[in-house]
């Protein structure tokens, strides 16, 4: 896969940048807490989809328990916040702390089996952690979950920084991990370390019998991802104020990342980033039947007509099957995902020109 | 009593512009319309269309936000958000789920958004102060302490034991079965909690069938509750009375199996023949429009909407208004005498009454508490046809 | 004692409807190598042909798979030349979300038409039993059992004695070297997911009876027929076969003496052993 910039021109770190202070400044201009709320989801997304990223894509072990690490960091951080009454801003360490050493211990199975077999695998191991969780009740609760009940303020030295009573300083921690997974991705990118998470994903054996150790390259990868996918997990269950097993340790979930991944286009810098601009937009939008809702408002569609009436009645029962059409089209007609469709339009536009 | 004329004066004030003309409110109604809990979400949305059916009956208009949860609490504070800031709704009834009606509990104090939560019933979400969050329901707690005060009210059952659904409310259940009988002086022989959507429970039953329990409580929802129960038969599990904490127990589809339902208690939020007003007419005029028996889900969203559109359409655009007029205000409808208290450390919340029914020959009976009964209950079990 | 052999013959029983829905995933991973993540979706779509063909036209739930066998293979054919023949040279994770996308579309468009109501199917034996030495067995779980095994049975003639059967294993053998001995690959694919739904179908039809039906059922046993796959060894029926059984009796079993909530725990566990000390499952070797 070639970097995308690998020798950055001035003009796209310069529009790079303009899209990062534009994003600082974004809380200043927008008063809807709705338009923040969806911000801070598509950034928990992008984190998770680019911590997969770097073990899906780049490494090309394909982990359908993604989820484990995901939950690892929101558990940690919520049980520590509310049963020991450490702040998140420090439970979040030791959440990548248990995310790494699950990690090593999933790795350390999972690795020595391949293809198909990792998949199912990752996902046994995955669903071993939800049942646990369900079960240990007397360390996370069980199936009633956590309530965060509230979050200590962040001082420093005496001076309140926040209270975290509003969205915006979630809004910048999830702009701060993102940035922070985008950095690592193209530090990984362009290092030998990334030059052997590939070499491992077009050919293992070849890899391997160039002298890279399967098992150091491929844990090392997993272990990266690990820690990136607890932070989401962590800043999820402290916004949100609220966890279960059935939502931060389940399989849909895992599926769910890897989606963000295959949607935007897997093995690249911005195809997470894409794929959670479109995914997340799209599944508020199918769910709260804006789609249905604006062609009767601009006068399409008679809302009194049957169709309008269908669409108002059935639209909102119908968005995860929408949402199943257009996953079934993209696989089909775009399977390098939606950045590598635009580019492969892009390209073609250029040879037609020329 | 100060406050009482307080409030008696602002509900006259209030009451006075409503007589003129029909007013037209904006209510919001979260619900898990699909997803795993949308089986029970849609009794929710039937019993809010007929609510909308009869305010338009009493000249209130409810132009209704429906939002979609999918079961999941993200997307629940995304619809809360969504209509308490760009909708602009007056108020908001929902969600369905405990852990749902958790997240948002919250946002409602920040949104100053009143939220009236028809049937969650997790302790914790009226227990923490929240002055815009009401709630319809009894609580988990009560579900099992009705069964255990009716138990001990017909027979003397000794022990106990205990099977649940490894889920938030049959846990909670679970839990709060245990705790009370603790108190009753009953003992705790076994306690099972299972995955739901298993196929066969036999070997659990069996051995729960081997500690030879005088009661078996049971926390399923719909499906798994027959399945318990058909399995029971198969195994011959014979116990003083097998008592279901409400969800699966109360459905019409379990009560149709004559066969396995056949003197089974369950407690519940409504049944269709409780004398309270309007009842047994909600309970007809569901069958006929949705062609099956409601659930108490059904009614608490019905009346839970009729509570807070017609308190709406009062207070006009004033949220606050709404607030207030919520707090103060009493109402007696399909789901008995409403009001919400503070009280034992809650807030907002309805002390409602639970009742307990049995399926007799397919149907279910109020069997208790002997003010509601409609037919006498049948206890200890009868045994298997 | 008698706890220990209620369990073990009550999981050996459900055990036997685990193994028809493992050997139809099987038989797709074997020839396609795709792990087929509809395959709950199309148990529940037996479910509900079942469901109606018994509440429409009173057809008995262990008859109806007469009618829903066919229906399933020709809709699994469907399946397989419209959408997954497109996509089997691509990368693997493309084929797993492809399925993923179809389980959607299938349970939600099922969601659509019928509701998301839990459906009971009651027989009049659906909750009838008899005693043997004071263990009960359950008689529509008996019957289905010995359908299943007649079924597996007639799959095994199928493959071994049919030349569609052969051309079929050859497939699963070797690809490419079954094209070139001029077996139109294509073709035994569609038959394969045909199979393979039909497998899922009859298993549904066969659970009917005595299990509920809703339209997101399907999940719970795409997850076990995962395991199953993998613990008799891809593309292996007799393996499917056993380790369907194992996994009905580890749960059972599992379930009594490690509480019921622990149950899925043991079983992925025991998967987990299973996948490390022999990668290739109990019958890694024969393919199909």
Known sequence: MKPLFKNIGVLPAMAGLVVIVLLFLLPRFVESTYALHIMILIFISIVMGSSWNLLGGYTGQYSVGHCAYFGMGAYTTMMLMQFRQVPPWLGIWVGMAVALLVALIIGSICFRLRGPYFVLASIAVAEIFRVSALNLKDLTNGAEGILATDIPPLKIGGTIITDFSSKVPFYYTGLVFVLLVILVTWLLQNSKLGYYFQAIREDQDAAHSLGISLTIYKNVALSISAVLTSLAGSLYAVYVGFIDPSTVLALDLSVQIVLICIIGGIGTIFGPVIGALVLVPLSEALRSNVIGESLINSGVVSADSAFGGFLTENLSHAHVLIYGVLVVVVILFMPDGVLGFAKKLAFGKRKEAA | MFGKIQATALALILALPVAAHAAKVKIGFVNSITGPEAPIGENLTNGVTLALEDLKKKGIDVELVREDDTGKPEKSMAAFEKMATRDKVAGIVGPYSSKCANAIAKLAEKYKTPLLIPVASKEEITRQNLKWTFRLSATTYDYATILLDMATSLGRPKTIAIINENTDFGTSGAKSAKDYAGKKGIRVVAEEAYAPGSPDYRSTLTKIKSKNPDLVFMVSYVADAILLMRQSREIGLTPQAFLGAGAGFATVAFAKERAISNGVFSSTQWTGDVNWPGAKDFNKRYIAKFGKEPTYHAATAYESMMIMAETAAKAGDNREKLRLALKSGSWNGIMGEVKFADYEGYTNQNKHQMLVEQIQNGAHQTVYPPKYVSKKPVYPFPGWK | ?288
């Open chain 3, 1 to 288: 004692m008698t706890i220990f052999m209620q369990s073990l013959i009550s999981g050996i029983l459900i055990g036997g409807v685990y193994a028809l829905i493992g050997i139809g995933m099987t038989i797709i991973f074997g020839v396609m190598r795709v792990i087929n993540f509809a395959h709950g979706d199309l148990l529940m779509l037996g479910m509900y042909g079942t469901f109606y063909l018994f509440t429409l036209f009173n057809i008995d739930p262990f008859i109806s798979i007469v009618v829903i066998i066919p229906l399933m293979f020709l809709y699994g054919g469907f399946l397989q030349k419209m959408f997954i023949n497109r996509i089997l040279g691509t990368l693997p994770q493309n084929q797993i979300l492809l399925t993923i996308g179809l389980g959607l579309v299938m349970s939600n468009s099922v969601m659509l038409a019928f509701t998301s109501d839990y459906k009971i199917l009651s027989t009049s034996y659906s909750s009838s039993s008899f005693d043997i030495l004071g263990i009960s067995i359950s008689t529509p779980l008996l019957i289905s059992f010995a359908i299943t095994a007649v079924i597996t049975v007639a799959l095994y003639w199928f493959l071994l004695k049919t030349d569609t059967g052969q051309a079929i294993r050859a497939t699963a053998q070797d690809r490419e070297a079954a094209q070139l001995m001029g077996i139109n690959v294509k073709r035994m694919s569609i038959i394969a997911f045909g199979l393979g739904a039909s497998l899922a179908g009859a298993a549904g039809a066969l659970i009917s009876p005595t299990y509920y039906i809703f339209p997101q059922v399907g999940s719970t046993f795409t997850l076990k027929a995962f395991v199953i796959t993998v613990l008799g060894g891809m593309g292996s029926i007799v393996g499917a076969t056993l380790s369907g059984i194992l996994i009905g009796v580890a749960e059972s079993i599992g379930g009594v003496y490690f509480g019921a909530g622990w149950k899925e725990v043991v079983v992925f566990v025991l998967f987990l052993l299973v996948l490390l000390l022999k990668p290739s499952g109990l019958m890694g070797k024969s393919n199909v």
